[in-house]
């Protein structure tokens, strides 16, 4: 079991991190600005800037996971026999 959720990860990891850099750079640097001069730090620029521009990307890389983990019966099949 351990061995297939390596595997997952290993497959899919890419993937899934070259999306969030395409919704990162999406973002516009103005928001970060804006966020800077009303005093929020790190955190609260995360929590109310970059989460909810990324929400679209976040609901993609679900439903993309949640297919391609449906489809995923012939490796788990193959691996465990």
């Given at each position: 079991l351990i061995s297939l959720i390596i595997a997952t990860i290993w497959k899919t990891f890419g993937f899934d991190l070259i999306l969030f850099y395409a919704?990162?750079?999406n973002i516009p640097r103005h928001y970060y600005e804006a966020a800077a001069i009303d005093g929020a730090n790190g955190w609260q620029q995360f929590r109310h800037v970059t989460l909810p521009q990324l929400s679209p990307t976040i609901f993609f890389v679900v439903v993309i996971g949640i297919i391609s983990h449906l489809?995923?019966?012939?490796?788990a099949n193959i691996m465990t026999k």
């Amino acid at each position: 079991l351990i061995s297939l959720i390596i595997a997952t990860i290993w497959k899919t990891f890419g993937f899934d991190l070259i999306l969030f850099y395409a919704g990162m750079q999406n973002i516009p640097r103005h928001y970060y600005e804006a966020a800077a001069i009303d005093g929020a730090n790190g955190w609260q620029q995360f929590r109310h800037v970059t989460l909810p521009q990324l929400s679209p990307t976040i609901f993609f890389v679900v439903v993309i996971g949640i297919i391609s983990h449906l489809q995923m019966f012939d490796q788990a099949n193959i691996m465990t026999k």
